[in-house]
Nanobody, 116 residues
Framework: QVQLMESGGGLVQSGGSLRLSCAASGSIFSINGMGWYRQAPGKVRELVAGITSGGRITYADSVKGRFTISWASGKNTAFLQMNSLKPEDTAVYYC??????????WGQGTQVTVSS
């Protein structure tokens, strides 16, 4: 089992930056990939960025060039550096861990609010 805890959310003005952290505990060596998702009010949860243990990275088109995900296999913390934030980035951001068994674990979420 893996437990995830996000931190780093908050209120920021448009154009500002935030760095989200996801601390993993438990069987961290069973993690095969980490991801950040977000869910805005009235919308479905969407993938923001993902990274595999092999270093393959995926970004949503809406955040390419502005957000950077980082994590190393065997490390217990993943990060999401968010620059040039826009009001449309406002959402609850969730950390996700996919294990080698293909099961997934989620954090409780952290609110990011970008004011115009």
């Amino acid at each position: 089992q893996v437990q995830l805890m996000e931190s780093g959310g908050g209120l920021v003005q448009s154009g500002g930056s935030l760095r989200l952290s996801c601390a993993a505990s438990g069987s961290i060596f069973s993690i095969n990939g980490m991801g950040w998702y977000r869910q805005a009010p009235g919308k479905v949860r969407e993938l923001v960025a993902g990274i595999t243990s092999g270093g393959r990275i995926t970004y949503a088109d809406s955040v390419k060039g502005r957000f950077t995900i980082s994590w190393a296999s065997g490390k217990n913390t993943a990060f999401l550096q968010m620059n040039s934030l826009k009001p449309e980035d406002t959402a609850v951001y969730y950390c996700n861990a996919r294990l080698i068994t293909q099961t997934e674990h989620w954090g409780q979420g952290t609110q990011v609010t970008v004011s115009s």
